[in-house]
């Protein structure tokens, strides 16, 4: 059984930070790509950061430069250091593991709230 157990979503005020943790376990869970994805109501899952075995990491635009991806170093962990937060980043993240972005395990997923 795979399990993704998501932590350190919040609320906070623009211009904060925030640190979301996963931890993946179980038995053939791929950790290929770890990655974390947010998503708001009535909007598809998007992808924020992505970790891909080997050192390549992946953000989408209106994150980069504030948003930090990091693994553990067995990859059975993963990070998202969130910086100088924007009211726009409020969503729901989900942890995300797997041999590609394709085909893999989802977390149950953290409200992150970003509001004065």
């Known amino acids: 059984q795979v399990q993704l157990v998501e932590s350190g979503g919040g609320l906070v005020q623009p211009g904060g930070s925030l640190r979301l943790s996963c931890s993946v376990s179980g038995t053939r869970v791929s950790t290929n790509v770890l990655a974390w994805y947010r998503q708001v109501a009535g909007k598809e899952r998007e992808l924020v950061a992505a970790?891909?075995?080997?050192?390549?990491?992946r953000y989408m635009e209106s994150v980069k430069g504030r948003f930090i991806i990091s693994t553990g170093k067995a990859r059975d962990t993963v990070y998202l250091q969130m910086n100088s937060l924007k009211p726009e980043d409020t969503a729901v993240y989900y942890c995300?593991?797997?041999?590609?972005?394709?085909?893999?395990?989802w977390g149950q997923g953290t409200q992150v709230t970003v509001s004065p």
């Open positions: 995300y593991s797997g041999f590609s972005t394709s085909v893999g395990h």
């Open positions: 970790s891909v075995g080997g050192g390549i990491t």
